[in-house]
Protein backbone atom coordinates (compact mmCIF):
# COMPACT_ATOMS: atom_id res chain seq x y z
CA UNK A 1 0.00 0.00 0.00
CA UNK A 2 2.42 2.43 0.92
CA UNK A 3 4.74 1.57 -2.33
CA UNK A 4 1.27 2.64 -4.47
CA UNK A 5 0.58 5.92 -2.40
CA UNK A 6 4.38 6.65 -2.66
CA UNK A 7 3.79 5.81 -7.01
CA UNK A 8 0.85 8.00 -7.09
CA UNK A 9 1.84 11.42 -5.51
CA UNK A 10 4.43 10.91 -8.06
CA UNK A 11 2.29 10.82 -10.67
CA UNK A 12 0.17 13.52 -8.92
CA UNK A 13 3.40 15.86 -8.51
CA UNK A 14 4.53 14.32 -12.38
CA UNK A 15 1.11 16.14 -14.01
CA UNK A 16 0.09 18.75 -11.53
CA UNK A 17 3.18 20.42 -10.10
CA UNK A 18 4.98 22.72 -12.77
CA UNK A 19 8.22 24.07 -13.41
CA UNK A 20 9.26 25.97 -10.23
CA UNK A 21 9.74 29.03 -12.27
CA UNK A 22 6.75 29.08 -13.02
CA UNK A 23 5.49 28.00 -9.99
CA UNK A 24 6.96 31.79 -8.50
CA UNK A 25 5.66 33.50 -11.39
CA UNK A 26 2.12 32.60 -10.27
CA UNK A 27 2.75 32.75 -6.37
CA UNK A 28 3.80 36.84 -7.40
CA UNK A 29 0.65 36.80 -9.06
CA UNK A 30 -1.25 35.58 -6.29
CA UNK A 31 0.57 37.92 -3.61
CA UNK A 32 -0.26 41.00 -5.86
CA UNK A 33 -3.93 39.64 -5.71
CA UNK A 34 -4.09 38.76 -1.49
CA UNK A 35 -2.31 42.51 -0.47
CA UNK A 36 -4.84 44.06 -2.84
CA UNK A 37 -7.23 41.92 -1.37
CA UNK A 38 -6.94 41.90 2.15
CA UNK A 39 -5.22 45.00 2.58
CA UNK A 40 -6.63 47.64 0.60
CA UNK A 41 -3.36 48.95 -0.66
CA UNK A 42 -3.60 49.56 -3.88
CA UNK A 43 -2.08 48.31 -7.02
CA UNK A 44 0.46 50.97 -7.97
CA UNK A 45 1.63 51.47 -4.33
CA UNK A 46 1.89 47.11 -4.68
CA UNK A 47 3.88 47.93 -7.81
CA UNK A 48 6.26 49.85 -5.90
CA UNK A 49 6.80 47.70 -2.54
CA UNK A 50 7.63 44.74 -5.30
CA UNK A 51 9.84 46.35 -7.44
CA UNK A 52 11.84 48.58 -4.28
CA UNK A 53 11.25 52.38 -3.14
CA UNK A 54 12.52 55.01 -5.72
CA UNK A 55 15.50 57.18 -4.46
CA UNK A 56 15.94 59.84 -7.23
CA UNK A 57 15.79 58.01 -9.99
CA UNK A 58 17.63 55.18 -9.06
CA UNK A 59 16.30 52.03 -7.10
CA UNK A 60 17.63 50.89 -3.57
CA UNK A 61 17.70 47.30 -2.96
CA UNK A 62 18.25 48.32 0.92
CA UNK A 63 14.64 49.65 0.82
CA UNK A 64 13.50 46.35 -0.38
CA UNK A 65 12.30 44.71 -3.66
CA UNK A 66 13.02 41.88 -6.20
CA UNK A 67 17.24 43.10 -5.38
CA UNK A 68 16.88 42.18 -2.10
CA UNK A 69 17.96 38.83 -1.95
CA UNK A 70 21.03 39.31 -4.12
CA UNK A 71 23.83 38.99 -1.22
CA UNK A 72 21.35 35.71 0.09
CA UNK A 73 21.07 34.43 -3.64
CA UNK A 74 24.69 34.50 -3.77
CA UNK A 75 25.53 32.31 -0.85
CA UNK A 76 22.99 29.88 -1.20
CA UNK A 77 25.33 28.75 -5.02
CA UNK A 78 28.21 28.86 -2.84
CA UNK A 79 26.76 26.42 -0.33
CA UNK A 80 25.96 24.56 -3.74
CA UNK A 81 28.79 24.64 -5.63
CA UNK A 82 31.33 24.61 -2.43
CA UNK A 83 29.79 21.21 -1.69
CA UNK A 84 29.86 19.88 -4.57
CA UNK A 85 33.35 20.68 -5.11
CA UNK A 86 34.44 19.35 -2.53
CA UNK A 87 32.70 16.11 -2.79
CA UNK A 88 34.10 16.10 -6.28
CA UNK A 89 37.77 16.12 -4.97
CA UNK A 90 40.38 13.14 -5.54
CA UNK A 91 40.24 12.13 -1.60
CA UNK A 92 36.47 12.32 -1.04
CA UNK A 93 35.82 10.15 -4.67
CA UNK A 94 38.63 7.61 -2.67
CA UNK A 95 36.23 7.56 -0.10
CA UNK A 96 33.15 7.19 -1.65
CA UNK A 97 35.33 4.45 -3.61
CA UNK A 98 36.18 2.46 -0.32
CA UNK A 99 32.78 2.46 0.86
CA UNK A 100 31.53 1.35 -1.92
CA UNK A 101 33.27 -1.92 -1.90
CA UNK A 102 31.67 -2.54 1.75
CA UNK A 103 27.91 -3.57 1.54
CA UNK A 104 27.17 -7.31 1.02
CA UNK A 105 23.51 -7.33 0.94
CA UNK A 106 20.80 -4.90 -0.25
CA UNK A 107 20.59 -4.12 3.56
CA UNK A 108 24.26 -2.74 4.02
CA UNK A 109 23.89 -1.39 0.62
CA UNK A 110 21.34 0.97 1.38
CA UNK A 111 22.24 1.46 4.59
CA UNK A 112 25.69 2.73 3.61
CA UNK A 113 24.28 5.25 1.29
CA UNK A 114 21.73 6.92 2.85
CA UNK A 115 23.49 6.98 6.83
CA UNK A 116 26.53 8.53 4.64
CA UNK A 117 24.10 10.92 2.24
CA UNK A 118 22.36 12.26 5.78
CA UNK A 119 26.00 13.09 7.34
CA UNK A 120 27.43 14.78 4.52
CA UNK A 121 24.30 16.62 3.89
CA UNK A 122 23.98 17.62 7.56
CA UNK A 123 27.77 19.24 7.16
CA UNK A 124 26.54 20.72 3.96
CA UNK A 125 23.29 20.09 1.46
CA UNK A 126 25.25 20.55 -1.85
CA UNK A 127 27.76 18.26 -0.67
CA UNK A 128 25.51 15.55 0.58
CA UNK A 129 23.46 15.96 -2.19
CA UNK A 130 26.67 15.11 -4.44
CA UNK A 131 28.02 12.31 -2.19
CA UNK A 132 24.51 10.46 -2.01
CA UNK A 133 24.19 10.74 -5.81
CA UNK A 134 27.87 9.27 -6.11
CA UNK A 135 28.08 6.54 -3.40
CA UNK A 136 24.67 5.44 -5.18
CA UNK A 137 26.11 4.48 -8.40
CA UNK A 138 29.72 3.33 -7.24
CA UNK A 139 27.47 0.98 -4.70
CA UNK A 140 25.37 -0.65 -7.12
CA UNK A 141 28.48 -0.12 -9.67
CA UNK A 142 30.74 -2.29 -6.93
CA UNK A 143 27.87 -4.63 -6.07
CA UNK A 144 27.25 -5.55 -10.22
CA UNK A 145 30.76 -6.38 -10.56
CA UNK A 146 30.51 -8.68 -7.24
CA UNK A 147 27.02 -10.32 -7.57
CA UNK A 148 25.52 -8.53 -4.80
CA UNK A 149 21.85 -8.23 -5.41
CA UNK A 150 20.81 -4.47 -5.11
CA UNK A 151 17.66 -2.55 -6.45
CA UNK A 152 19.17 0.78 -8.27
CA UNK A 153 16.50 2.97 -8.05
CA UNK A 154 15.76 2.44 -4.09
CA UNK A 155 19.75 3.21 -3.89
CA UNK A 156 18.99 6.39 -5.79
CA UNK A 157 16.73 7.72 -3.42
CA UNK A 158 18.79 6.66 -0.38
CA UNK A 159 21.44 8.98 -1.93
CA UNK A 160 18.72 11.73 -2.12
CA UNK A 161 17.81 11.33 1.65
CA UNK A 162 20.01 13.87 3.00
CA UNK A 163 18.00 16.56 1.41
CA UNK A 164 15.37 15.73 3.99
CA UNK A 165 17.79 16.51 6.86
CA UNK A 166 19.93 19.41 5.62
CA UNK A 167 17.73 22.05 7.18
CA UNK A 168 17.99 20.89 10.34
CA UNK A 169 22.17 21.00 9.71
CA UNK A 170 25.27 23.49 9.31
CA UNK A 171 24.19 24.78 5.78
CA UNK A 172 20.52 25.00 7.50
CA UNK A 173 18.99 28.52 6.02
CA UNK A 174 16.60 29.56 8.53
CA UNK A 175 18.30 28.30 11.74
CA UNK A 176 22.07 30.36 9.89
CA UNK A 177 19.74 33.34 9.27
CA UNK A 178 18.41 34.01 12.33
CA UNK A 179 22.22 34.43 14.33
CA UNK A 180 23.19 37.62 13.25
CA UNK A 181 20.71 40.96 13.79
CA UNK A 182 21.98 42.41 9.99
CA UNK A 183 20.36 39.00 8.63
CA UNK A 184 17.34 39.36 11.03
CA UNK A 185 16.28 42.82 9.83
CA UNK A 186 16.70 41.44 5.93
CA UNK A 187 14.53 38.58 6.18
CA UNK A 188 12.47 39.12 8.84
CA UNK A 189 11.38 42.96 8.76
CA UNK A 190 9.54 43.96 11.43
CA UNK A 191 8.67 41.00 12.85
CA UNK A 192 10.34 41.89 16.64
CA UNK A 193 12.47 38.76 16.67
CA UNK A 194 15.84 39.12 18.45
CA UNK A 195 19.14 36.93 17.43
CA UNK A 196 18.62 33.01 18.21
CA UNK A 197 22.07 31.09 18.49
CA UNK A 198 22.28 27.83 17.21
CA UNK A 199 22.38 26.49 20.56
CA UNK A 200 18.51 27.06 20.52
CA UNK A 201 18.36 25.45 16.89
CA UNK A 202 21.05 23.02 15.08
CA UNK A 203 23.16 22.09 18.97
CA UNK A 204 19.48 21.79 20.38
CA UNK A 205 18.37 18.74 22.36
CA UNK A 206 15.24 18.56 20.14
CA UNK A 207 17.29 18.83 16.71
CA UNK A 208 20.10 16.51 17.80
CA UNK A 209 17.30 14.17 19.00
CA UNK A 210 15.85 14.18 15.85
CA UNK A 211 18.50 13.90 13.70
CA UNK A 212 19.31 10.48 15.34
CA UNK A 213 16.50 9.39 15.18
CA UNK A 214 16.45 9.92 11.51
CA UNK A 215 20.07 8.12 10.98
CA UNK A 216 18.48 5.13 12.31
CA UNK A 217 14.76 5.25 11.20
CA UNK A 218 15.84 6.13 7.19
CA UNK A 219 17.75 2.57 5.81
CA UNK A 220 15.60 0.50 8.26
CA UNK A 221 12.29 1.77 6.42
CA UNK A 222 14.41 2.21 3.10
CA UNK A 223 15.41 -1.70 3.42
CA UNK A 224 11.30 -2.28 4.27
CA UNK A 225 10.41 -1.10 1.36
CA UNK A 226 12.71 -3.17 -0.95
CA UNK A 227 11.19 -5.25 -3.99
CA UNK A 228 12.13 -9.05 -3.94
CA UNK A 229 14.95 -10.00 -5.31
CA UNK A 230 13.08 -11.12 -8.86
CA UNK A 231 12.22 -7.45 -9.16
CA UNK A 232 14.65 -5.41 -8.54
CA UNK A 233 16.49 -3.13 -11.05
CA UNK A 234 20.31 -3.44 -11.56
CA UNK A 235 22.65 -1.07 -12.64
CA UNK A 236 23.19 -0.60 -16.15
CA UNK A 237 26.13 1.22 -16.88
CA UNK A 238 25.19 1.97 -20.25
CA UNK A 239 22.64 4.11 -18.63
CA UNK A 240 25.06 6.01 -17.22
CA UNK A 241 26.06 9.41 -18.99
CA UNK A 242 30.37 9.50 -18.93
CA UNK A 243 32.24 11.69 -17.00
CA UNK A 244 34.42 14.33 -19.62
CA UNK A 245 38.35 13.59 -18.59
CA UNK A 246 39.97 16.72 -18.10
CA UNK A 247 41.23 19.03 -21.39
CA UNK A 248 44.40 18.09 -21.82
CA UNK A 249 46.47 21.13 -21.41
CA UNK A 250 50.42 20.99 -22.96
CA UNK A 251 51.22 24.59 -21.87
CA UNK A 252 54.76 25.38 -20.77
CA UNK A 253 55.22 28.65 -18.92
CA UNK A 254 55.03 30.65 -15.83
CA UNK A 255 51.13 30.79 -16.17
CA UNK A 256 50.74 27.39 -16.98
CA UNK A 257 53.12 26.03 -13.56
CA UNK A 258 50.77 28.66 -11.49
CA UNK A 259 47.86 27.30 -12.69
CA UNK A 260 48.94 23.35 -11.70
CA UNK A 261 50.67 24.26 -8.54
CA UNK A 262 48.66 23.57 -5.37
CA UNK A 263 50.95 26.08 -3.29
CA UNK A 264 48.58 29.41 -3.60
CA UNK A 265 45.16 27.93 -3.44
CA UNK A 266 46.60 25.18 -0.41
CA UNK A 267 47.95 28.29 1.03
CA UNK A 268 44.90 30.29 0.48
CA UNK A 269 42.96 27.58 1.94
CA UNK A 270 44.96 27.41 5.12
CA UNK A 271 44.98 31.37 5.50
CA UNK A 272 41.15 30.50 5.15
CA UNK A 273 40.86 28.23 8.19
CA UNK A 274 42.96 29.85 10.24
CA UNK A 275 40.73 33.29 9.76
CA UNK A 276 37.82 31.33 10.55
CA UNK A 277 38.88 29.93 13.46
CA UNK A 278 40.07 32.91 15.06
CA UNK A 279 36.81 34.63 14.20
CA UNK A 280 34.84 32.02 15.78
CA UNK A 281 36.77 31.86 18.43
CA UNK A 282 35.87 35.54 19.22
CA UNK A 283 32.39 35.13 18.21
CA UNK A 284 31.21 31.67 19.67
CA UNK A 285 30.35 28.72 17.19
CA UNK A 286 26.38 29.18 18.55
CA UNK A 287 26.59 32.76 16.54
CA UNK A 288 27.93 31.82 13.16
CA UNK A 289 26.59 32.60 9.99
CA UNK A 290 26.26 30.90 6.20
CA UNK A 291 29.40 32.81 5.28
CA UNK A 292 31.56 30.94 8.03
CA UNK A 293 29.74 28.10 6.65
CA UNK A 294 30.90 28.78 3.16
CA UNK A 295 34.81 30.02 4.24
CA UNK A 296 34.82 26.65 5.39
CA UNK A 297 33.90 24.65 2.60
CA UNK A 298 36.07 26.97 0.23
CA UNK A 299 38.99 26.36 2.56
CA UNK A 300 38.52 22.38 2.39
CA UNK A 301 37.84 22.42 -0.90
CA UNK A 302 41.25 24.49 -2.18
CA UNK A 303 43.00 21.95 0.17
CA UNK A 304 41.55 18.90 -1.30
CA UNK A 305 41.77 19.79 -5.04
CA UNK A 306 45.67 18.97 -6.30
CA UNK A 307 45.53 23.03 -8.24
CA UNK A 308 44.01 26.22 -8.59
CA UNK A 309 42.68 24.68 -12.61
CA UNK A 310 41.33 21.37 -10.75
CA UNK A 311 39.59 23.59 -8.26
CA UNK A 312 38.03 25.96 -11.04
CA UNK A 313 36.56 22.96 -13.14
CA UNK A 314 34.87 21.58 -10.18
CA UNK A 315 33.19 24.81 -9.51
CA UNK A 316 32.40 25.31 -13.25
CA UNK A 317 30.96 22.22 -13.13
CA UNK A 318 28.75 23.00 -10.24
CA UNK A 319 27.87 26.08 -11.11
CA UNK A 320 24.79 24.90 -13.86
CA UNK A 321 22.92 23.67 -9.94
CA UNK A 322 22.48 27.84 -9.30
CA UNK A 323 20.29 28.42 -12.03
CA UNK A 324 17.47 28.27 -10.35
CA UNK A 325 18.48 30.08 -7.56
CA UNK A 326 19.49 33.02 -9.69
CA UNK A 327 16.64 33.22 -11.87
CA UNK A 328 14.03 32.60 -8.87
CA UNK A 329 15.35 34.22 -5.97
CA UNK A 330 14.72 37.79 -7.26
CA UNK A 331 11.01 37.15 -7.38
CA UNK A 332 11.21 35.67 -3.84
CA UNK A 333 12.69 38.92 -3.00
CA UNK A 334 9.67 40.80 -4.53
CA UNK A 335 6.94 38.60 -3.11
CA UNK A 336 9.36 39.18 0.64
CA UNK A 337 8.74 42.87 0.07
CA UNK A 338 4.75 43.01 -1.12
CA UNK A 339 3.63 40.71 2.00
CA UNK A 340 6.07 42.42 4.17
CA UNK A 341 5.18 46.32 2.60
CA UNK A 342 1.72 45.86 2.74
CA UNK A 343 0.96 44.26 5.87
CA UNK A 344 -0.16 40.87 4.33
CA UNK A 345 2.24 39.21 6.66
CA UNK A 346 0.44 40.66 9.53
CA UNK A 347 -2.57 39.36 8.05
CA UNK A 348 -1.57 36.11 7.73
CA UNK A 349 0.51 35.63 11.26
CA UNK A 350 -3.01 36.79 13.07
CA UNK A 351 -4.83 34.46 11.16
CA UNK A 352 -2.22 31.62 11.57
CA UNK A 353 -2.09 32.35 15.36
CA UNK A 354 -6.28 32.39 15.35
CA UNK A 355 -6.06 28.70 14.41
CA UNK A 356 -3.14 27.45 16.49
CA UNK A 357 -2.27 27.31 20.00
CA UNK A 358 1.18 27.03 21.86
CA UNK A 359 1.10 23.51 21.43
CA UNK A 360 -0.05 23.33 17.96
CA UNK A 361 2.33 25.62 17.02
CA UNK A 362 5.15 23.63 15.72
CA UNK A 363 3.19 20.87 13.95
CA UNK A 364 1.46 23.18 12.23
CA UNK A 365 4.36 24.98 10.86
CA UNK A 366 6.16 21.97 9.85
CA UNK A 367 3.20 20.92 7.82
CA UNK A 368 2.53 24.22 6.44
CA UNK A 369 6.33 24.77 5.89
CA UNK A 370 6.10 21.28 4.04
CA UNK A 371 2.78 22.38 1.66
CA UNK A 372 5.10 25.33 0.67
CA UNK A 373 8.02 24.17 0.28
CA UNK A 374 6.46 22.07 -2.91
CA UNK A 375 5.33 25.31 -4.53
CA UNK A 376 8.70 27.27 -3.59
CA UNK A 377 11.87 24.36 -3.36
CA UNK A 378 14.32 26.68 -2.03
CA UNK A 379 14.43 26.81 1.77
CA UNK A 380 15.87 30.05 1.52
CA UNK A 381 13.26 31.35 -1.17
CA UNK A 382 11.12 29.76 1.37
CA UNK A 383 12.26 31.24 4.11
CA UNK A 384 12.12 35.02 2.65
CA UNK A 385 8.99 34.36 1.69
CA UNK A 386 7.25 32.20 4.84
CA UNK A 387 9.64 33.33 8.17
CA UNK A 388 7.95 36.29 9.18
CA UNK A 389 4.95 34.71 9.21
CA UNK A 390 6.24 32.34 11.58
CA UNK A 391 8.07 34.05 13.16
CA UNK A 392 5.37 36.63 14.22
CA UNK A 393 2.59 34.25 15.13
CA UNK A 394 5.24 32.19 17.66
CA UNK A 395 5.94 35.57 18.83
CA UNK A 396 2.11 36.23 19.81
CA UNK A 397 1.50 33.06 20.69
CA UNK A 398 4.94 32.65 23.19
CA UNK A 399 6.24 30.15 20.93
CA UNK A 400 10.09 29.17 21.70
CA UNK A 401 11.30 31.21 18.26
CA UNK A 402 14.21 28.06 18.18
CA UNK A 403 11.52 25.74 18.01
CA UNK A 404 9.99 27.79 15.61
CA UNK A 405 12.83 27.83 13.25
CA UNK A 406 13.44 24.11 13.65
CA UNK A 407 9.55 23.63 12.59
CA UNK A 408 9.82 25.49 9.81
CA UNK A 409 13.52 23.99 8.93
CA UNK A 410 11.78 20.46 9.27
CA UNK A 411 9.01 20.88 6.98
CA UNK A 412 10.86 22.87 4.56
CA UNK A 413 13.57 18.84 4.06
CA UNK A 414 10.54 16.78 4.56
CA UNK A 415 8.32 16.79 1.57
CA UNK A 416 12.12 17.31 -0.75
CA UNK A 417 11.29 13.39 -0.61
CA UNK A 418 8.42 14.58 -2.97
CA UNK A 419 9.49 17.32 -4.92
CA UNK A 420 12.28 16.05 -7.41
CA UNK A 421 13.75 19.80 -8.05
CA UNK A 422 17.12 19.83 -6.22
CA UNK A 423 17.10 15.45 -7.70
CA UNK A 424 18.09 16.55 -10.80
CA UNK A 425 22.32 16.46 -9.96
CA UNK A 426 21.34 13.11 -8.55
CA UNK A 427 19.49 12.00 -11.58
CA UNK A 428 22.30 13.07 -13.84
CA UNK A 429 24.84 11.24 -11.58
CA UNK A 430 23.02 7.97 -11.51
CA UNK A 431 21.36 8.03 -15.15
CA UNK A 432 18.35 7.67 -12.67
CA UNK A 433 14.46 8.73 -13.76
CA UNK A 434 12.78 11.13 -11.64
CA UNK A 435 9.97 8.46 -11.20
CA UNK A 436 12.15 5.59 -10.20
CA UNK A 437 13.37 7.34 -7.63
CA UNK A 438 10.27 9.60 -5.98
CA UNK A 439 7.44 6.54 -5.17
CA UNK A 440 10.33 4.87 -2.56
CA UNK A 441 11.04 9.00 -1.29
CA UNK A 442 7.39 9.86 -0.87
CA UNK A 443 6.63 6.96 0.95
CA UNK A 444 9.58 7.31 3.02
CA UNK A 445 8.41 11.00 3.45
CA UNK A 446 5.19 9.48 4.99
CA UNK A 447 7.12 6.87 6.92
CA UNK A 448 9.37 9.47 9.17
CA UNK A 449 6.73 12.11 9.76
CA UNK A 450 6.04 10.36 12.94
CA UNK A 451 9.40 11.56 14.03
CA UNK A 452 9.44 15.13 13.49
CA UNK A 453 5.52 15.59 14.77
CA UNK A 454 6.09 13.44 17.81
CA UNK A 455 9.40 15.11 18.81
CA UNK A 456 7.56 18.60 17.91
CA UNK A 457 4.88 17.77 20.41
CA UNK A 458 7.41 16.31 23.36
CA UNK A 459 10.35 18.83 23.31
Known amino acids: MIRGLGRALSRFSARYVPDPFVIALLLTAVTFALAWGLTGTQPLD??????GRL???????????VWRLLAFGMQMCLILVTGFALADSGPVRR?????ARQPRTQGQAITVTAVTAMLAAWLNWGLGLIVGALLAREVARSARARGVSVHYPLLGAAGYTGLMVWHGGLSGTAPFKVTQAKDVAELLPGAGVDVIPLTQTILSPLNLTVSALLLVAVPVLLTRLSPPEGERVPFDPAA?????????DDRTGPAAWLER????????GLLALIYLGRYLSRLGFDK??????????????LLLHPSPAAYGRAI???AGGCAGIILQFPLYAGIMGLMVASGLVGVFAEAFAGVASAGSHGPLTFLSAGLVNLFVPSG?????????????????????????VLAFAYGDGWTNMLQPFWALPLLAITGLKASQIIGYSAALMLLVAPIYLGALALF
Open 46 to 51: LLGQWG
Open 55 to 65: AGDALTSAEGG
Open 95 to 99: LIGAL
Open 240 to 248: VPAEEPAPP
Open 261 to 268: SPLLSWGL
Open 288 to 301: ADVNAVNLLFLALG
Open 316 to 318: ARA
Open 380 to 404: GGQWGVQGAVVMQSAQALGVDPGKA
